[in-house]
């Protein structure tokens, strides 16, 4: 009897190897095509846009063709940033020197004070390029950047302010997705000898998770504060079906935020938020099996409405960050999760085909739906962050288990 048991856990034992080795190598080939498609696409665009050193790209616009964009817009630093993970993954010399290139044609935005999004600007462009580099000029860039961010923190609100329109309409307007931005500021109180950016960057955490979140832990999009008491005067969806609605793409940014200022800062309260807001994510029973959320949880017309395939991107880069954070259950199911979307939008549904989708990666985001704004087409920052969750599932879940 006691031999058949051993048998039997022996039989069991080597199932479980072989399904694992099994899952491993289809994940292995879900990563490969993903950085081979994107590499295709990458150089493409690059290649295109060579000599306009003004503009980046940006979307498809309704006439079907590349839409760009001037460094001044909120998206200038992506294309760069995907050019740099590339090259980590490559060290291919071509695309360093398109990274290079694409990365120096932002270097003005470090001495921007108009825009709360010269985190995502600098960090993805320069903030890469330094980490694969070591550039000094790279360094000054980004400390100045920093600085410039740094400006438009309020101390009685305890925030950066976002927009600067619409005065009429918000008084100190902070949207979810300037938890993005934060990162420069770690960053460069980690490369200097100035605390303040830090402390900036907590202070605007916490207000974020006092007043951005429901009881639920899904978020607003903005919240607008009284600038002579600091408290909330409205809370608003301005990018949602509704002010009430979870709107998809800022629950992303609110997961990986709150993931990044764990890894930033090591308070396990930004943990627990991180932790909140990927459960509300992924037991959400609105989220398809595919794990490509609409655009809006709470869209009145799912199943039929568009998914958002840049929420997805950003949702799985940060759960993946978040899986090695976490143990247990929680771990595997934040870890299954970000392998199912990794699937799904490396499938023909949703990775371009070589030469196609004016040379972007992915197909089917959307940007601004209730103005008419980029409705299901490619977006440079769902390219950013699929191919960012593509390298940090090769580097941190398929090497790592060559060692186990």
């Known amino acids: ?76 630093g992506f294309f760069p940033g995907v050019l740099w993970y590339l090259y980590e993954e490559t060290q291919n010399d071509s695309i360093r020197q398109y990274a290079e290139d694409y990365t120096w044609r932002v270097k003005d935005i470090q001495y921007t004070t108009n825009n709360h999004d010269v985190g995502f600007m600098l960090n993805c462009s320069f903030g890469n390029g330094y980490r694969l580099t070591g550039n000094e000029e790279y360094k000054k860039v980004l400390l100045q950047g920093a600085e410039s961010l740094s400006t438009r923190f309020n101390p009685i609100i305890g925030c950066i302010r976002s927009w600067d329109w619409n005065e009429d309409i918000w008084q100190f307007p902070v949207i979810i997705d300037n938890m993005m931005n934060l990162e420069l500021l770690t960053w460069a109180s ?108 709470d869209a009145p017309d799912i199943p039929n409405a568009l998914r958002d395939a840049s929420a997805a991107a950003i949702m799985a880069s940060a759960l993946i960050e978040l899986s090695q954070y976490t143990d247990g259950d929680f771990s595997r199911q934040c870890l299954s999760v970000a392998e199912t979307q990794l699937k799904t939008l490396s499938s023909p549904e949703y990775l371009a085909e070589p030469g196609t989708n004016c040379n972007f990666i992915l197909k089917h985001s959307v940007g601004n739906y209730p103005v008419n704004g980029e409705m299901d087409v490619p977006l440079t920052y769902a390219d950013y962050y699929y191919v960012e969750a593509l390298v940090r599932y090769k580097k941190d879940i398929l090497l790592s288990l060559i060692h186990i």
Not at 18 to 28: D, I, L, P, Q, Y
Not at 32 to 59: F, H, N, V
Not at 224 to 244: R, V
Request: glycine residues 4%.
């Open 190 to 297: 980690k490369n200097s000898d100035s605390v303040r950016y830090v402390n900036i960057a907590k202070s605007h955490a916490d207000v974020t998770m006092k007043h951005h979140f429901r009881p639920d832990y899904s978020c607003y999009h903005v919240v607008s504060y009284d600038t002579i008491s600091g408290l909330p005067e409205k809370k608003e969806t301005n990018q949602g079906y509704a002010h009430e609605s979870a709107w998809a793409r800022g629950q992303s940014w609110a997961l990986y935020g709150y993931t990044m200022m764990y890894r930033e800062t090591k308070d396990s309260c930004y943990l627990e938020q991180a932790k909140n807001v990927a459960h509300f994510l992924m037991e959400h029973p609105r989220l398809p099996e595919d794990k490509i959320p609409y655009w809006d949880f």
């Open 1 to 76: 009897m006691k031999t058949k048991s051993i048998f039997f856990a022996v039989c069991v034992s080597i199932i479980c190897v072989g399904c694992h080795v099994s899952h491993k190598n289809e994940m292995r080939q879900v990563v490969d095509r993903g950085l081979e498609r994107a590499m295709i696409q990458s150089k493409l665009m690059a290649e295109c846009l060579w000599a306009e050193k003004e503009k980046m790209p940006r979307t498809i616009g309704k006439d079907g063709k590349l839409l760009t964009a001037s460094i001044h817009w909120w998206t200038s």
